[in-house]
């Protein structure tokens, strides 16, 4: 091939590549939008928050016009985008449409609450919408080229963002713990990533599934110097996702950055970095399995990864339980709970590789275990989906009362029910559902990714111990939540406590209200999402 | 003299790598602690170049070493700018005196 062809061929696939990332586009655009209102001093007309708004809504009105024409034609699989580094396929624009909505929401909480001042509204939108393009890339990453640059994209704005109140002592502090944490598990996932491209030869993930294969053919027994490189390389990517996901070794930055950070940026964190880390780790474990049940002579060594990753989970949801008892603040208290709900999900990606893996000896046939895996993502989307308003909910009320009390301690929200029954009445709503009680939308989650770690159960025992312990968290779980819930609807109101007045007529008050109704709505109304999230994982295992 | 073989870059490489992990443990101050996080980063590069020599992964290694050069600096100026803002704030940058967000 020579020179033109090959510039030819470039802009041939960049010219079609580029209508399918516009949602991404329009945040670049927003951002650069937003650069020059901060340098032309248009930001004292035009608010900062209005400027990503709008740019929001138009990359969340692309994307949504994608999803459509995925329903019009349920004959496309997936596309690459850019020569292959990225994939477009429903599942890619399942959690664009997810994240852009979910970003909308807290560019609106920010607006209602007040973080940033306008000063510095431009740069703080900045680093969340250049945040929320990292996640993007993560969830339509298909090069390990990608998978690193888009982890480091979402995670540097986020440093910022947790420091981003700088006259703050705490807020320095869980900044810079944040960033060392941050960049070394960075580090650690790039020297992971050298080694299975320098193995395999590639660094594509498809083409790595071929080549994994070939590999196995080669290199079968774990004694093998190879496969242990080979298994030294997942882990250490494995590394630089279980820190996004704030799973058991690496959740150390998790409590302290939420604590540090405005409650706008716990909340933002908790779930959408979540989600994306959740989308690659789901990318990342299928590039290796191939999408083929059972069939791979590595299949031992994924099972074990799988086993692995459930009693990670297991471990991890024990211990953001069992931290959370003891702590005062309520933005901490959320950290700790977001690590358990971290565990809860990661039980849906290892009941999947488990199921995926186990040895194909029992007669279960490949079809019958594709559809196990399918049930599993899919209790893994339903999850997130409910988690997005559950979590958010707990963290704009975080941010309102702070708003009136100055305060985050748990102490203080005694009473709160005879201030601002909304209030009380939609923290009530929202951490029954986290805890997972019917009839709240986080049940329906718990229950489907139960259902899957009880199938995957079957085909290996390690799995009942990560289902028991699931179990039994669900009902430590309820016990701190109620303390909560206690101090807010029996406390007495203490003497001389400040007002907090956020009456349904306000912004606050509705805001709160329609984050809280759709966490009962998908409790009682399950089939469309559940419907939904279906079609999705169907369409991740047929590509 | 005989030519480099691929072992000689790696173990170079794994040198690199675990010099740069002990330095992030053991450093009190946050710009070491950064410094650890470069030879970590650098160990990786030297692999990725080693396996584009060497391996099927051709260019691909080189050019994945020169997007993560660009993104080390990146991150080293957020970073050197969150340790600015603690010394401002602490009056210090060790790592251990960041002790007050505690349960």
Not at chain 1, 70 to 89: I, K, M, N, R
Not at chain 1, 340 to 363: C, E, K, Q, R, W
């Amino acid at each position: 091939m020579n020179f033109a062809e090959l510039i030819e061929r470039l802009t041939e696939n960049t010219q079609n590549s580029l209508p399918l990332f516009s949602p991404e586009l329009c945040l670049v655009v927003t951002i650069v939008a937003l650069l020059f209102v901060r340098l032309l001093g248009i930001d004292r007309h035009l608010p900062g928050s209005i400027v990503a708004i709008i740019g929001t809504v138009a990359g969340l009105a692309l994307a949504a016009l994608q999803w459509r024409d995925f329903h019009a034609d349920d004959t496309v699989t997936s596309v690459p985008l850019f020569t292959g580094l990225l994939v477009y396929d429903p599942f890619t624009v399942f959690f664009r449409v997810f994240l852009l909505l979910f970003l909308l929401f807290v560019e609106y909480l920010t607006m209602i609450s007040g973080i940033p001042d306008q000063e510095d509204a431009p740069d703080f939108y900045v680093l969340l919408l250049g945040s929320t393009l990292g996640m993007s890339l993560m969830v339509s990453a298909n090069h390990l080229l990608m998978v690193f640059l888009a982890v480091e994209m979402t995670s540097v704005p986020s440093y910022a963002m947790v420091g981003f109140l700088k006259g703050r002592r705490l807020s320095s502090e869980a900044s810079l713990k944040y960033v060392v944490y941050g960049a070394g598990a960075a580090g650690v996932m790039l020297y992971g990533i050298s080694l299975l491209a320098g193995l395999l030869g590639t660094a594509h993930l498809p083409a790595m599934g071929a080549a994994l294969v070939e590999f196995g053919r080669q290199h079968s027994s774990f004694g093998d110097p190879a496969v242990r490189t080979l298994a030294f390389g997942i882990l250490m990517v494995l590394v630089g996702v279980a820190f996004k996901l704030s799973a058991f070794p690496f959740h150390f930055w998790c409590p302290d950055a939420f604590e540090g950070a405005p409650a706008e940026v716990g909340g933002f964190l908790s779930v959408a970095s979540k989600g994306a880390a959740f989308a690659l780790l789901v990318r990342f474990c299928l590039a290796l399995v191939g999408k083929t049940a059972g069939d791979s002579p590595l299949s031992h060594l994924y099972l074990n990864v799988g086993v692995g990753l459930g009693v990670m989970a297991a471990v991890t949801t024990t211990f953001g339980n069992l931290a959370a008892y003891t702590q005062k603040n309520i933005k901490r208290l959320m950290a700790y709970s977001t690590i358990a709900h971290a565990g809860y999900m990661l039980m849906a990606v290892a009941a999947m590789m488990v199921i995926l893996n186990a040895p194909a000896g029992d007669g279960t046939l490949v079809t019958a275990r594709t559809a196990s895996a399918v049930s599993c993502i899919q209790g893994l989307l339903y999850y997130l989906v409910v988690y997005f308003f559950m979590n958010l909910s707990v963290f704009a009320i975080v941010a309102l009362v702070r708003n009136q009390t100055y305060s985050e301690e748990i102490a203080d929200y005694a009473g709160l029910v005879k201030q601002s029954p909304l209030l009380a009445v939609c923290l009530l709503v929202s951490m029954f559902s986290l805890v997972g009680m019917p009839p709240m939308g986080g049940f329906v989650g718990k229950f489907m990714v139960f259902y899957g770690v009880l199938e995957a159960a079957q085909l290996h025992p390690v799995m009942w111990v990560v289902f028991v312990v699931g179990l039994l968290n669900t009902a430590f779980s309820l016990f701190y939540y109620l303390r909560v819930l206690r101090n807010v609807f029996i406390s007495p109101l203490p003497e001389g406590a400040r007002p907090v007045d956020v009456p349904l007529a306000s912004d606050g008050g509705r805001y709160i209200l329609f984050l809280t109704l759709p966490v009962l709505v998908l409790g009682i109304f399950v089939d469309p999402i559940s419907g939904v999230a279906r079609d999705v994982a169907t369409w991740l295992f047929r590509g | 003299m005989p030519p480099a073989d691929l072992n000689a870059y790696l173990f170079i490489a794994g040198v690199l790598f675990v010099c740069g992990v002990v330095c992030m443990a053991t450093k009190r101050n946050a710009v070491g602690v950064l410094m650890g996080v470069e030879l970590v980063l650098n160990g990786a590069n030297l692999n990725f170049v080693a396996f584009a020599r060497f391996t099927p992964l051709g260019l691909d290694g080189q050019v994945i070493s020169l997007f993560v050069i660009v993104l080390a600096a990146a991150e080293a100026a957020i970073a050197l700018a969150i340790a600015l803002n603690f010394y401002n704030n602490h009056l210090t940058i060790d790592i251990d005196r960041a002790d007050e967000l505690k349960q």
